[in-house]
């Protein structure tokens, strides 16, 4: 079946350090792919998206390509700040019926900066 | 943000009860879903629903039965709670065709 596989956590950086979070996924057909943050006692939020292979997902700094030749899809952000300590979920979306979407998740990578 | 809430938030029960977790939402949303998430294991799907009374299983179903009698609500019933089910529930829901699911806050489940 489908699966993603994230790097092992926790990552602790240094503020304004340079961040990257891998992931890979197993998958038949061609999934969307995400990455949902979540921060302490909070529900999940989408953070960026890609749809199709070589798509570029990115949002507040956050980038990810879709790699199909790889299957991957790695965050990367230039420049981490204190805010952006939280866990990191890599997710696949795989069809259900009638147009639903099943995501399924990775482990969930947490994150740390310190100031 | 997206309107769902979870109620209850926390619940503290004893192996053997029943359970049942309700999910709602206030945005007329066509798709819900319901996940559990455990260490190790990221979020990992109970069950979802695509319309009215129109349910299917997921990755993780057993012990479990859900309900959705109107659009706004999706139920989640654990028949007789096992500390395996120990675990945070989060509700999800999209609309049609959109890949983005918008969560819930969240409920802590504690079997005991």
């Known amino acids: 079946g489908n699966s993603v596989t994230q790097m092992e956590g926790p990552v602790t950086l240094s503020e304004e350090a340079f961040l990257t979070i891998n992931c890979t996924y197993t998958a038949t057909g061609y999934p969307s792919l995400f990455w949902y943050v979540q921060y302490p006692g909070e529900g999940l939020q989408l953070l960026l998206k890609?749809?199709?292979?070589?798509d570029k997902g990115s949002n507040k700094g956050f980038e990810a390509t879709y790699r199909k030749e790889t299957t991957s899809f790695h965050l990367e952000k230039g420049s981490v700040q204190v805010s952006d300590s939280a866990v990191y979920f890599c997710?696949?979306?795989?069809?259900?019926?009638?147009?639903?979407?099943?995501?399924?998740f990775g482990q969930g990578t947490r994150l740390t900066i310190n100031p | 943000d997206a309107g769902i809430t979870q109620s209850p938030r926390h619940k503290v029960t004893e192996t053997g009860t029943p359970v049942t977790l309700r999910c709602h939402q206030t945005?007329?949303?066509?798709?819900m879903y319901w996940y559990r998430q455990d260490p190790g294991h990221g979020l990992r799907l109970i069950h979802y629903s695509y319309g009215v009374k129109d349910t299917d299983k997921g990755e993780v179903s057993d012990g479990y039965s859900v309900s959705r009698s109107k659009t706004e609500d999706f139920l989640l019933t654990l028949e007789s709670a096992t500390s395996s089910q120990t675990s945070v529930y989060f509700c999800?829901?999209?609309?049609?065709?959109?890949?983005?699911?918008?969560f819930g806050p969240g409920t802590r489940l504690t079997v005991t």
């Open positions: 890609a749809t199709k292979a070589d």
């Open positions: 999800a829901i999209s609309e049609s065709y959109s890949y983005e699911q918008y």
């Open positions: 945005e007329n949303h066509r798709y």
């Open positions: 997710a696949l979306s795989q069809g259900g019926i009638q147009g639903a979407q099943k995501l399924v």
